[in-house]
């Protein structure tokens, strides 16, 4: 229990950290509309996806918004990526999505497997990935696989369902495992 109640400070310290602003503030120019790049993106083992390639892979959910903030959290190098349809305030449509050097334990999924309680969400997709879906609240996710980890969510009720959200972690936790 106090593992799971750690990994829920670490994703709400990213998104304080994407939220404050105090970090390298990057403008873009919108995704455009796609339903994922297609194209297989050759990551090294244990590198992450950089904000680019994880736009490609959300496809629709991030079509439209320009990246607004890209960062990463301290002693950490793999990206922590916010999307927002305007100058981010929190009020606009936005998504963040990160990946993380850390994860869940192999002892520690095998615990949670078959499990519903802390927030675990019963995900097939996840299961195939060797990982696990929890729901830290009712706009943040994480998937958690041995060594690693993605978060997704937006800053304030942003209208995603659990299933887009969920279709966001698998989408980025894919460059993961190819």
């Not at 109640?5 to 939220?19: D, K, Q, S, W």
């Not at 297609?38 to 390639?53: H, I, K, Y």
């Not at 729901?135 to 800053?155: P, Q």
Request: proline content about 3%.
């Amino acid at each position: 229990m106090g593992e799971t109640r750690a990994r829920v400070g670490m994703v709400a310290v990213a998104v304080t950290v994407l939220v404050s602003g105090c970090s390298t503030v990057t403008s873009g120019t919108p995704v455009a509309e796609s339903e994922g790049s297609g194209a297989v993106v050759e990551l090294s083992a244990g590198e992450a996806p950089d904000c680019a390639t994880m736009a490609g892979a959300l496809g629709p959910l991030v079509a439209g918004m320009a990246l607004a903030n890209q960062t990463t959290l301290p002693g950490s190098t793999d990206p922590l990526c916010l999307w927002s349809d305007g100058d981010f305030t929190g009020a606009q449509r936005n998504l963040f999505a990160s990946v993380k050097g850390n994860g869940f334990t192999e002892a520690m999924l095998e615990a949670s497997n078959g499990k519903t309680s802390m927030g675990v969400v019963d995900e097939p997709r996840a299961d195939a990935l060797n990982g696990l879906v929890i729901k830290v609240n009712d706009t943040v996710y994480t998937l958690t696989m041995a060594g690693r980890s993605v978060d997704v969510g937006s800053h304030g009720n942003q209208g995603y369902t659990e299933s887009e959200y969920i279709d966001a972690l698998v989408a980025v936790a894919r460059l993961l495992t190819q």
